[in-house]
């Protein structure tokens, strides 16, 4: 939690044109706000803020919310099992394999996920078993990975359960424009 929690911090909302700016606003005040409801519930549903601000103040003018790292998340909360498309981060504990799948399944939404681990084995069974449409495997905790999260989605990456809207940009979508022909040669 340490780790992570340093980690956040780095991440302040500030100007997107300023080059020192690691987290821009969100898109509209409307999505501000959902935001904040939804930290506000998570709290009084007994989530506790490792990072963040419980007044939520503004760090600027804009649709800004501050990194914000839950702990004591359990699975029936709505941070836990909603797309909250804002900088918050839901931490729920588990002690074996079988915990955590069910943990990362128990969502409607299955899109993205990542696995953090050391062990590479662990690593691609949890990937076979998490019910996601791109699963990112983390061998350490160092920053960045070479590629952008987002072109991957845009080629690889297949909507699963209520995330995402339709398959259309995934390998499924292509097939779509796509004409299957067989050639079958018969004698010389």
């Not at 160092?142 to 995330?163: F, Q, R, Y």
Request: some cysteine; overall charge neutral; proline content about 4%.
């Amino acid at each position: 939690m340490d780790k992570v929690g340093a980690l956040a911090l780095k991440y302040q909302p500030g100007d997107p044109l300023d080059e020192a700016t690691t987290l821009g606003p969100l898109a509209s005040a409307a999505q501000r706000d959902k935001v904040r409801v939804y930290i506000r519930q998570a709290v009084a549903d007994g989530a506790e803020i490792v990072v963040g601000s419980k007044e939520m103040r503004e760090k600027e003018k804009g649709y800004f919310v501050v990194p914000t790292i839950f702990d004591k998340v359990s699975p029936e909360m709505a941070i836990a099992r909603e797309e909250i498309f804002g900088p918050v981060l839901c931490v729920q504990s588990f002690t074996k394999e079988e915990e955590a799948v069910a943990l990362a399944n128990a969502t409607d939404y299955g899109l993205t996920a990542t696995a953090w681990t050391r062990d590479l084995g662990r690593a691609k069974r949890l990937a076979r078993r998490i019910n996601a449409g791109f699963v990112v495997i983390r061998t350490s905790g160092e920053e960045g990975s070479g590629l952008s999260l987002a072109n991957v989605l845009a080629v690889c990456a297949e909507p699963h359960k209520a995330s995402g809207f339709g398959a259309e940009w995934g390998v499924k979508g292509l097939e779509a424009y796509s004409t299957l022909k067989a050639v079958h040669m018969l004698g010389n």
